[in-house]
Structure formats: structure tokens, C-alpha cells
């Protein structure tokens, strides 16, 4: 008998994967943990029955949520993440030579732990030196943040749960506390197909906290509407002021993505426009 795992991305559509056997199944204090090997992606992650990330496809999502900033700002010694406790976005940021101290702000420890358990390739960077992980409410860290970071990941789940206040314009404005003069926030901010509403709410809320804000798109086969939006938000932004290399090898990003990905479909533009 065939197990397929489905998750719903609107009434009438969304993801289905073919199961081979379930890894993990189980709730911590904030949602519900599963993680299963699937036929054709890998293994996957799954919060509160959202695909968060998969062996096959993560890195689209944490080489697009991290290149371009780590490549544009100055000098990036010191990198704030929030959310991310798979360690995709560490592991890409850390990449960089030019950053001393990483800080990965992760509000249910048990993520981080089945991650290290089950997520080998995604989870490695928990063993940098350089990585201090946090167990702790992001929106509390940020209201009691103390130091400032080169470069802030918004690396949350979708704005349900534990991550709905992250998505919030007094979160953003209490971000800014958090941020160096010339920082850099990138963050991932839901499909454009599938979550059109909730960019441009966001984008709308945002829009008068930072003075460039500037979206950019990838292809992701497992996310609603295999399509994704990330802001990149600061004074000033020079995105094709590309100041280093591309340390190692990627699988998607390079340059020529670097200077295409901010062109926006017709149906999506005008909508941030207005
Ligand atoms: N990196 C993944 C990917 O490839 O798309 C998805 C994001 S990651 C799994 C999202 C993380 O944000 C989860 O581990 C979740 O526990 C965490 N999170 C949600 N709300 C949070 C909050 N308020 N503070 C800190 N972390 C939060």
C-alpha cells in the first residue's frame, strides 16, 4: 500500500509526495514535527504539516536566501539569523571567510536537534565554531537585542504559529535596533503565486521602515506555486555592487542570476506597484 504525504497550498491545490518511510512524527511545545524519505526529494521537513525544506531542493531557497547579500555588503563579519533551525541558512552564510560571529535565533530547540538527527548535508554548519545558537522567540531576541549584525536572515516558517508576529510591521521596526548603519535584512517573504496577498502586505508594511527595498524571485518545486519571493531591505542598497567571489560551488545561484532574478513577472509587479 502506497503513503503519499499532501499539503494543501489553497482549496484546490497543493503538494503531494510519495512516502518511503517515516522518520519522525511528533509535536514540541510550539508545532508538529515530521520528517519522512521520500520517493523523489530526499528526506523532508515538515512544521505543523507545511513542507519547510527537502535533501533534494533546499538549496535553491538557502543559496538565494543568503548569496546576494553576503556578496553585496562590505564586509559581513557579523550575521544574525532568525528562524532556520535546519541550518541551511548557516550553512550558506558561513561560506564566507569574512564572517567572525553567526547567531542563529531558533525558537524550538527540538528542530534543531532532529535536524542535526535526520538532516546531515543541511544541518552541517552546527558545528562551525563561529555559530552560537539561540533557543529563544525571535521577536524577543530582537526586542532585547544588545548587538548589532552586518546581515539579518529572516529564515521563519509560514506567518502561522510561532513565525505569524514575525511577519508584523512593529517586528521589522524593532529589526531595524538590530542592524548595523550599512546592514543588510534578507528575507524570505511567501509565494508570489500562491501568497500574493501576504507580500504585498508585508511589502506594503515595510515599505516606509527602509528606505531600498528591493524583491527578487526563485523556482523552488516544493514550495506553494514552485515559486518564492525574498526581500533584501536597508538604507542603502547596491545590488549589483557584487564585492566578492561565490565561495565554492553553488547549484543555483550565480551571476547571471545575481543580475536577472529581480525581474518580475507581469502579474506580480503591478501588483507591488500599486
Ligand atoms: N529553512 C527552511 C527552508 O528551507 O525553507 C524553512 C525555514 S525554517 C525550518 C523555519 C524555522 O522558523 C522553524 O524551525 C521554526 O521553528 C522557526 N520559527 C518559527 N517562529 C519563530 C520565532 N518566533 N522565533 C524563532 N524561530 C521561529
Same mark, same amino acid.
Given at each position: 500500500?502506497?503513503?503519499?504525504?499532501?499539503?494543501?497550498?489553497?482549496?484546490?491545490?497543493?503538494?503531494? $509526495? &510519495? /512516502?518511503?518511510?517515516? $522518520?519522525?512524527?511528533?509535536?514540541?511545545? !510550539?508545532?508538529?514535527?515530521?520528517?519522512?524519505?521520500?520517493?523523489?526529494?530526499?528526506?523532508? @521537513?515538515?512544521?505543523?504539516? @507545511?513542507?519547510?525544506?527537502?535533501?533534494?531542493?533546499?538549496?535553491? #531557497?538557502?543559496?538565494?536566501?543568503?548569496?546576494?547579500?553576503?556578496?553585496?555588503?562590505?564586509?559581513?563579519?557579523?550575521?544574525?539569523?532568525? *528562524?532556520?533551525?535546519? *541550518?541551511?541558512?548557516?550553512?550558506?552564510? @558561513? %561560506? =564566507?571567510? +569574512?564572517? &567572525?560571529?553567526?547567531?542563529?535565533?531558533?525558537?524550538? +530547540?527540538? /528542530?534543531?536537534?532532529?535536524?542535526?538527527? #535526520?538532516?546531515?548535508?543541511?544541518?552541517?554548519?552546527?558545528?562551525?565554531?563561529?555559530?552560537? /545558537?539561540?533557543? %529563544?522567540?525571535?521577536?524577543?531576541?530582537?526586542?532585547?537585542?544588545?548587538?548589532?549584525?552586518?546581515?539579518?536572515?529572516?529564515?521563519?516558517?509560514?506567518?502561522?504559529?510561532?513565525?505569524?508576529?514575525? =511577519?508584523?510591521?512593529?517586528?521589522?521596526?524593532?529589526?531595524?535596533?538590530?542592524?548595523?548603519?550599512?546592514?543588510?535584512?534578507?528575507?524570505?517573504?511567501?509565494?508570489?503565486?500562491?501568497?500574493?496577498?501576504?507580500?504585498?502586505?508585508?511589502?506594503?508594511?515595510?515599505?516606509?521602515?527602509?528606505?531600498? &527595498?528591493?524583491?527578487?524571485?526563485?523556482?523552488?518545486?516544493? !514550495?506553494?506555486?514552485?515559486?518564492?519571493?525574498?526581500? $533584501? $531591505? *536597508?538604507?542603502?542598497?547596491? @545590488?549589483?555592487?557584487?564585492?566578492?567571489?561565490?565561495?565554492?560551488?553553488?547549484? #543555483? !545561484?550565480?551571476?547571471?542570476?545575481?543580475?536577472?532574478?529581480?525581474?518580475?513577472?507581469?502579474?506580480?509587479?503591478? +501588483?507591488?506597484? +500599486?
Amino acid at each position: 500500500m502506497n503513503l503519499w504525504f499532501s499539503e494543501l497550498h489553497t482549496k484546490g491545490s497543493g503538494l503531494v $509526495l &510519495k /512516502v518511503k518511510k517515516y $522518520l519522525y512524527s511528533g509535536n514540541s511545545p !510550539y508545532q508538529k514535527i515530521d520528517i519522512f524519505e521520500s520517493e523523489d526529494y530526499g528526506k523532508v @521537513l515538515v512544521l505543523d504539516g @507545511l513542507v519547510m525544506t527537502t535533501e533534494r531542493d533546499e538549496f535553491i #531557497y538557502h543559496e538565494m536566501l543568503t548569496h546576494p547579500a553576503m556578496r553585496i555588503h562590505p564586509n559581513p563579519q557579523s550575521i544574525l539569523i532568525i *528562524g532556520g533551525g535546519d *541550518g541551511g541558512t548557516a550553512r550558506e552564510a @558561513l %561560506r =564566507y571567510s +569574512e564572517v &567572525k560571529r553567526a547567531v542563529l535565533v531558533e525558537i524550538d +530547540e527540538m /528542530v534543531v536537534e532532529l535536524s542535526k538527527k #535526520y538532516l546531515g548535508e543541511i544541518s552541517s554548519a552546527y558545528n562551525d565554531p563561529r555559530l552560537e /545558537v539561540v533557543i %529563544r522567540d525571535g521577536i524577543e531576541f530582537v526586542k532585547n537585542c544588545n548587538e548589532r549584525f552586518d546581515v539579518i536572515f529572516l529564515d521563519t516558517s509560514d506567518p502561522v504559529g510561532p513565525a505569524e508576529a514575525l =511577519y508584523r510591521k512593529d517586528f521589522y521596526q524593532s529589526l531595524k535596533k538590530c542592524l548595523k548603519k550599512n546592514g543588510i535584512i534578507s528575507a524570505q517573504t511567501e509565494s508570489p503565486w500562491v501568497q500574493k496577498e501576504t507580500v504585498k502586505k508585508l511589502y506594503r508594511e515595510i515599505k516606509d521602515i527602509f528606505n531600498d &527595498k528591493i524583491i527578487y524571485l526563485a523556482h523552488i518545486p516544493t !514550495y506553494p506555486g514552485g515559486i518564492w519571493s525574498f526581500m $533584501l $531591505l *536597508g538604507e542603502k542598497i547596491e @545590488l549589483y555592487d557584487i564585492k566578492r567571489p561565490i565561495p565554492g560551488k553553488t547549484k #543555483y !545561484y550565480n551571476d547571471e542570476i545575481h543580475r536577472s532574478m529581480t525581474a518580475l513577472p507581469e502579474y506580480f509587479k503591478h +501588483e507591488i506597484a +500599486e
